[in-house]
């Protein structure tokens, strides 16, 4: 076995841990011990410096520690040491795992702290039961709050109780815990999501419109031609933005939510909503970052448009998704436009059309 010292910056603090390999088996373990980062002006002072050897050099005694453990065999020791570990260090490990996809790792982060919230003391693997997960289950019902002090939604919950079942059921598969507490306890139940969308007519009333951010009308009109999320489109260079014969124009792109490589194809209106072309590594939408300002241009545009209702940048996405199908195109082709690893995912659009179709059809009376 190898053990290996890492790093991994977050925010303004380098976390260290351990990278535990063999046999083509990897695992980590989250040492807690923090170093101070060069700023971005300047340099570390001469204090910052020496703290920071330090906390190497005990990092570096512990990685050693493990190594010579694992050079002997010494695995059960390990074991029962991370038995009386805190498992708030084990979930943060975890979560530390998924630094690379930034929306899953925001969801992780979210329940590290809502764990921390809710037992400040942080429970040890060897006193985490059934009564534990409960306690937690009914900490996300009745005082988890989102930033604006509102209680979380049915399908938050849902989100959240999953991610600490994985992270129990991580801990079964380590030999940390005989059984999953979390399998004895009802788990929520997951809501019907309402995705809000845009009709055609909706469409072109908002692209013959004037908007405050010119920039944040071409990215979401963009995104109602391609399906494209915010996080993939905030992030598209001029590199990715390609043109052949077979398929015109297209875009090849790794999907920053799924990681998964895609090729789309886009329409003339969408290409023609990109603008000049500029140099490789550009971004091709610069200067934006979606936050409340951005969100007041957006719900202004809606108004001045004549539409009311609730439409985030991620209706866009919507949009397309209902159109196309709307429009005829099969769920299968949608599926793969949208980048969908599930066909099932994509059917819940094809429900909403149905729905629409029904209502549609109860309109006309003629009181027979």
Same mark, same amino acid.
């Given at each position: 076995?190898?053990?290996?010292?890492?790093? %991994?910056?977050?925010?303004?603090?380098?976390?260290?841990?351990?990278? *535990? @390999?063999?046999?083509?088996?990897?695992?980590?373990?989250?040492?807690?011990? @923090?170093?101070?980062?060069?700023?971005?002006?300047?340099?570390?002072?001469?204090?910052?410096?020496?703290?920071?050897? #330090?906390?190497?050099?005990? =990092? $570096?005694?512990?990685?050693?520690?493990? !190594?010579?453990?694992?050079?002997?065999?010494?695995?059960?020791?390990?074991?029962?040491?991370?038995?009386?570990?805190?498992?708030?260090?084990?979930?943060?490990?975890? +979560?530390?795992?998924?630094?690379?996809?930034?929306?899953? @790792?925001?969801?992780?982060?979210?329940?590290?702290?809502?764990?921390?919230?809710?037992?400040?003391?942080?429970?040890?693997?060897? !006193?985490?039961?059934?009564?534990?997960?409960?306690?937690? #289950?009914?900490? &996300?019902?009745?005082?988890?709050?989102?930033?604006?002090? $509102?209680?979380?939604?049915?399908?938050?919950?849902?989100?959240? *109780?999953?991610?600490?079942?994985?992270?129990?059921?991580?801990?079964? #598969?380590?030999?940390? &815990?005989?059984?999953?507490?979390?399998?004895?306890?009802?788990?929520?139940?997951?809501?019907?999501?309402?995705?809000?969308?845009?009709?055609?007519?909706?469409?072109?009333?908002?692209?013959?419109? !004037?908007?405050?951010?010119?920039?944040? #009308?071409?990215?979401?009109?963009?995104?109602?031609?391609?399906?494209? %999320?915010?996080?993939?489109?905030? /992030?598209?260079?001029?590199?990715?933005?390609?043109?052949?014969?077979?398929?015109?124009?297209?875009?090849?792109?790794?999907?920053?939510?799924?990681?998964?490589?895609?090729?789309?194809?886009?329409?003339? $209106?969408?290409?023609?909503?990109?603008?000049?072309?500029?140099?490789? $590594?550009?971004?091709?939408?610069?200067?934006?970052?979606?936050?409340?300002?951005?969100?007041?241009?957006?719900?202004?545009?809606?108004?001045? =448009?004549?539409?009311?209702? !609730?439409?985030?940048?991620?209706? =866009?996405?919507? +949009?397309?998704?209902?159109?196309?199908?709307?429009?005829?195109?099969?769920? @299968?082709?949608?599926? /793969?436009?949208?980048?969908?690893?599930?066909?099932? +995912?994509?059917?819940?659009?094809?429900?909403?059309?149905?729905?629409? /179709?029904? =209502?549609?059809?109860?309109?006309?009376?003629?009181?027979?």
């Amino acid at each position: 076995m190898k053990v290996t010292l890492r790093q %991994r910056q977050k925010g303004n603090k380098i976390s260290l841990y351990l990278d *535990f @390999y063999d046999k083509g088996k990897r695992e980590y373990e989250h040492l807690g011990l @923090y170093l101070t980062p060069e700023p971005d002006k300047g340099k570390l002072t001469k204090a910052q410096k020496d703290e920071n050897r #330090k906390i190497l050099d005990l =990092a $570096e005694q512990i990685r050693s520690k493990k !190594h010579l453990e694992a050079q002997n065999n010494i695995y059960g020791l390990r074991d029962k040491e991370k038995q009386r570990g805190k498992f708030y260090e084990f979930f943060d490990a975890l +979560t530390e795992n998924k630094y690379e996809s930034l929306g899953n @790792y925001g969801n992780w982060n979210a329940v590290r702290k809502m764990i921390k919230d809710y037992d400040p003391k942080e429970v040890s693997f060897e !006193h985490l039961n059934k009564e534990w997960v409960e306690g937690f #289950k009914n900490y &996300l019902s009745r005082e988890a709050k989102t930033k604006t002090g $509102e209680g979380i939604s049915l399908n938050t919950k849902y989100s959240y *109780f999953n991610k600490l079942r994985a992270a129990l059921k991580q801990a079964v #598969k380590e030999g940390l &815990l005989q059984t999953n507490p979390a399998d004895y306890v009802e788990p929520f139940k997951q809501d019907d999501v309402q995705r809000e969308f845009l009709t055609l007519e909706e469409v072109q009333k908002l692209a013959n419109t !004037h908007c405050r951010n010119k920039t944040l #009308k071409r990215m979401f009109l963009f995104s109602c031609l391609t399906g494209l %999320r915010w996080s993939d489109i905030e /992030k598209l260079k001029w590199s990715e933005i390609q043109h052949s014969e077979n398929l015109g124009n297209f875009i090849r792109f790794r999907q920053k939510k799924t990681s998964g490589a895609e090729t789309l194809p886009i329409a003339e $209106e969408a290409r023609a909503l990109l603008g000049e072309q500029k140099g490789q $590594e550009e971004k091709v939408f610069s200067g934006l970052k979606y936050g409340n300002w951005n969100k007041t241009y957006l719900k202004d545009w809606l108004t001045d =448009a004549g539409i009311h209702k !609730h439409i985030t940048f991620h209706c =866009a996405r919507h +949009t397309y998704a209902t159109l196309q199908i709307s429009l005829g195109t099969d769920i @299968y082709t949608v599926s /793969k436009l949208l980048g969908h690893k599930n066909l099932s +995912t994509t059917e819940i659009y094809a429900k909403v059309i149905n729905e629409k /179709k029904v =209502a549609a059809a109860n309109k006309i009376k003629i009181n027979l």
